[in-house]
């Protein structure tokens, strides 16, 4: 069996390094570095796939946060709500931009923001609120649409985790996630589903005049050069990490399906097991998110009841096996953003979750021999500790 990784990119290079290398190739022959051919290609090309009339490459995941809210005007003081159980960027750029942010606790059942938690916390102050797919699965967004269109709120989808997953609407039509909302963010991130070789990020929205404000934020303000007529930033997707991206794009939906494929077997081990709760999300999925598009397992996410979870983690890191734990301290916790405004109360379920989750090894080159030294490494310990 070959050696188990969390991620694992050169065996998924390997598949596709003769597209790959000549279009990096490309960059380097013709010099173009920055907004060259291969950025303009790639955007054209995730405008298509998404169904999205904007696309706006740039530097990193966490910028294209920060610049979709420049982009929308918010104010200083103005309160941005968002989820209380996801990694920190997601509050960060909140917090730099001299917003006020509200963090809300989660669905126990899809880790993604709770949206009752939502609407106790919107005051006269809530400008905006930051749903995140969490681990690659849709949070609940027709309800998020109608609570902010009840309170005249911008919805700002964080879709670093979850690109390529498909919404169901109540209608029964299906959607791209990061083109529901006013805006979207995405990282391209090397591990992220559509990952470059380095840092990238892109920005999506339908907005006309949103767009139009956008791409001049991420170029120092300017639409011409040296004329500078919103405050900006330098914030450029490169071109070699636009090939990179627009190489693997005809794939994603491979990726993502080998990763539902992936999941499914998973989920075939452990179902059932009184101690193991498995990925599950919205009620169309029949809790069993392998079987649809809604979810894109950026991770594969066991919540465990009654196991040491932290023992377990060195067990599997004994046997070879890398895990993670996404998030072992809930933002409302950490230095950077306390605030007395909240109480641990209205946390109960991202503080049991932190305790209880654990994230296998999951990415498109995953085998089945893996799968099974996984899943039995995994069932060996907790039944072993009973």
């Not at 809530?126 to 649409?145: Q, R, S, Y």
């Not at 299906?174 to 083109?179: E, F, S």
């Not at 734990?325 to 950077?336: N, S």
């Not at 109360?345 to 085998?367: A, C, G, Q, R, Y």
Request: proline share 4%; with cysteine.
């Amino acid at each position: 069996m070959k050696k188990i990784q969390m991620v694992d990119l050169q065996g998924q290079y390997a598949k596709i390094k003769d597209v790959v290398d000549p279009s990096i190739q490309e960059v380097m022959d013709s010099a173009s570095f920055i907004n060259g051919p291969k950025v303009h290609q790639f955007q054209k090309n995730l405008e298509d796939y998404l169904g999205v009339k904007h696309v706006i490459p740039c530097a990193n995941g966490t910028d294209a946060l920060q610049i979709a809210m420049m982009g929308l005007g918010l104010e200083p003081g103005d309160e941005v709500i968002t989820a209380d159980f996801t990694f920190a960027a997601t509050v960060e750029v909140i917090a730099l931009l001299q917003l006020t942010p509200v963090l809300v606790d989660v669905d126990p059942v899809t880790f993604n923001i709770d949206v009752e938690a939502v609407r106790k916390a919107i005051t006269s102050k809530t400008k905006a609120i930051v749903p995140v797919h969490l681990f690659g699965l849709a949070a609940n967004m027709d309800e998020l649409l109608e609570l902010a269109k009840e309170h005249n709120l911008y919805v700002i989808e964080d879709n670093a985790q979850g690109i390529g997953a498909n919404y169901t609407r109540r209608n029964g039509s299906k959607i791209k996630t990061g083109v529901i909302g006013d805006v979207a963010s995405t990282s391209f991130f090397p591990s992220k589903n559509l990952g470059c070789y380095g840092d990238g990020g892109a920005i999506f929205t339908n907005d006309d005049n949103l767009a139009h404000t956008i791409r001049g934020i991420v170029n120092h303000g300017m639409y011409k050069r040296y004329h500078h007529d919103v405050v900006g930033v330098n914030s450029r997707l490169d071109s070699i990490q636009a090939a990179v991206l627009d190489a693997k794009l005809p794939h994603l939906d491979e990726y993502n399906n080998t990763r539902r494929n992936a999941a499914r077997k998973y989920n075939e081990a452990f179902n059932g097991h009184p101690q193991i709760t498995i990925p599950s999300g919205r009620t169309e999925c029949d809790g069993i998110c392998s079987t649809c598009d809604c979810h894109v397992f950026h991770q594969y996410t066991l919540n465990l009841r009654d196991v040491d979870r932290d023992a377990l983690v060195v067990h599997l890191n004994e046997n070879g096996i890398p895990c993670g734990v996404y998030y072992p301290i809930p933002l409302h916790r950490q230095k950077a953003y306390l605030d007395e405004r909240y109480n641990e109360d209205d946390f109960k379920v991202t503080n049991t979750l932190i305790n209880s989750v654990i994230s296998l090894p999951m990415h498109t080159e995953l085998d089945d021999d893996q799968i099974n030294f996984i899943t039995q490494t995994v069932l060996d310990f907790i039944n072993n500790s009973k």
